[in-house]
């Protein structure tokens, strides 16, 4: 991940999302949109991981259950390539997730889905402050 793809110039974005629910990524960037950020979509692990690649975010929204993975062990490659990236998780399921499992994998904040759209906006602006 540290060469940027030659296919796709360097662009940095705000907000990667992170869900293979292509209704909900599309809802969510959207709304980020709405509010002026620059928003990118990926649907799998594999396409998060190369989207930050050559378009690094400052904040990553990813879901708990991935195709082949979870958004926990992303969240660790992720952190592992972008240190300072910012990483709210969600999940639909009841899951189980310690605050110092979290806080290993570098994840600020937790929410479960369905979640209201206006405290998700705040919590990214607010990340994106910090």
Same mark, same amino acid.
């Given at each position: ?15 990667? =999302?992170?869900?293979? *629910? +292509?209704? #909900? $990524? ?5 709304? &980020? ?25 400052? =904040?990553?929204?990813? *879901? +708990?259950? #991935? $195709? ?5 062990? &992303? ?56």
């Amino acid at each position: 991940m540290n060469n940027p793809s030659s296919e796709h110039p360097f662009e940095p974005c705000d907000v990667l =999302v992170v869900d293979d *629910d +292509y209704a #909900l $990524s599309e809802a969510i960037s959207q709304l &980020l949109t709405r509010s002026g950020l620059r928003v990118r979509m990926a649907y799998d692990a594999a396409a998060a991981l190369n989207f930050a690649s050559f378009a690094p975010p400052r =904040v990553a929204i990813l *879901d +708990y259950q #991935l $195709s082949g993975t979870n958004g926990l062990a &992303l969240a660790a490659e992720l952190r592992a390539e972008l240190p300072t990236l910012h990483i709210i998780l969600m999940s639909a399921n009841d899951v189980d997730i310690d605050q110092a499992t979290l806080e290993r994998a570098g994840i600020k904040v937790f929410v479960n889905k369905p979640m209201p759209p206006g405290p998700l906006r705040q919590a990214v602006l607010q990340l994106l402050e910090s």
